[in-house]
């Protein structure tokens, strides 16, 4: 497996590198102290074609495959890790099963703009209740004929407060203690939709994550994804994508972590030397390097089982697990190389630190990700 980057991969990966220095990274840190969405960049974006490059260009996408997708959000992480959620949600959770799962119509109608970022799309499944239970859930959706009447909640949706389009996941039917789950594409226009607070979060703030609010929310019987009952299976498939694009967010901050931190100690002097001429902290950040490094080659390695249409659930679960663990290990080690300095918004390690432990937590926590991973292995 061959992840040296062809000419048109390396384009796009200097590509997006231009557009994250200078226009992305500089608004990193104003964005996380108010929690104002980048509406800005998600269209300079858009018009760079990054909304949905996964995907066929019938559709809007600029048809390149997954590791390049991985790439960018890679990239744009290390300057700013809620840019790259943003990203993330929009592609794998809302996109993707629209394109995997809908209808020529729904592709037509939805994916087409999406791809073209005229919309930005965000995916509905945790409940207050349930969290990572995913047959906990409350939202009701009732067939009332020509129409379907949804009824519930959702909570910690990312672009829950900038999307246009949200993938939503609802309760048909009942057989027993079985819940039948089902899949439909919501309209932020729609009647009986409402969007509730946003979350004062630790990291990525400004990912726009709110609470959505059902009350007697009509859709139209065109909107349902698939087939009914079959939303957890849909909805699964999405994760598993977008466990690749979240460890991708996580790679891209311990690399931008470590590259700021390499600046600073070379700058940093103490007891009469750079920090950067110490053993302890020669040895630290080539620990981290080396860590961050094994951990990118199982990010690219499941972004290539995808494209190669592999069994890769368990490469994704992997790659989200370790390489969340990294960024999280990575940015603590780095605050503590920078001292106090480091627990001040005046560097950016700090906010770095706040973005890299959501990773281990959305998607899909580390213990879920293990669970999958020793399913995989045959461990009951």
């Known amino acids: 497996m061959d992840f040296r980057p062809d000419a048109l991969h390396q384009d796009i990966i200097e590509m997006v590198h231009d557009l994250a220095v200078g226009e992305i990274g500089p608004l990193a840190a104003q964005i996380d102290r108010t929690g104002e969405f980048p509406a800005s960049s998600i269209r300079q974006m858009a018009q760079m074609g990054l909304m949905g490059i996964p995907f066929p260009e019938r559709y809007g996408g600029s048809e ?25 949600a929009h592609t794998s959770l809302c996109c993707a099963p629209i394109y995997q799962f809908g209808t020529e119509e729904q592709r037509q109608r939805y994916l087409s703009r999406l791809c073209a970022g005229e919309w930005l799309g965000a995916f509905a499944l945790t409940e207050q209740e349930a969290g990572c239970d995913i047959f906990g859930q409350q939202t009701v959706a009732v067939d009332a004929g020509d129409h379907w009447v949804l009824n519930g909640s959702k909570t910690f949706i990312t672009n829950g407060g ?33 969007i509730g607070r946003r979350e004062d979060q630790t990291g990525i703030r400004a990912s726009s994550t709110c609470r959505l609010i059902f009350k007697d929310c009509l859709v139209p019987k065109g909107n349902l994804v698939g087939r ?26 311990a690399e931008g972590a470590i ?66 663990r990294n960024a999280s290990d990575v940015t603590r080690r780095c605050q503590q190389l920078y001292g106090r300095y480091g627990c001040t918004q005046g560097y950016p390690i700090e906010r770095m630190m706040r973005d890299a432990k959501i990773t281990e937590i959305y998607g899909g926590t580390s213990e879920v990700q293990m669970m999958k991973i020793a399913g995989w292995m045959g461990v009951k």
């Not at 991985?70 to 993330?88: D, H, N, P, R």
């Not at 390499?262 to 390097?289: C, D, H, I």
């Not at 972004?303 to 992997?318: G, N, P, R, S």
């Open 64 to 88: 390149m495959d997954t590791l390049a997708y991985v790439q960018t959000i890679e990239e744009l992480s290390k300057y700013c890790g809620a840019t790259g959620a943003i990203l993330t």
């Open 162 to 194: 900038a999307a246009d389009i949200f993938f939503v996941l609802a309760v048909t039917g009942q057989s027993g203690n079985a819940r039948w789950i089902s899949a439909f594409i919501v309209e932020k226009g729609f009647h009986g939709f409402f």
């Open 228 to 253: 009914p009952g079959r939303g957890l299976e849909y909805a699964q498939t999405a994760l598993d994508g977008a466990c690749i694009g979240i460890a991708a967010q996580a790679l891209g901050i």
């Open 259 to 324: 590259e700021e931190t390499v600046k600073y100690v070379r700058k940093r002097e103490q007891f009469g030397g750079r920090l950067s001429q110490f053993q302890n902290t020669q040895f630290e950040l080539a620990q981290m390097q080396a860590g961050t490094e094994a951990a990118k080659l199982l990010v690219y390695q499941a972004a290539c089982a995808k494209d190669d249409q592999e069994i890769f659930f368990h490469k994704a679960a992997m790659a989200k697990l370790i390489a969340s």
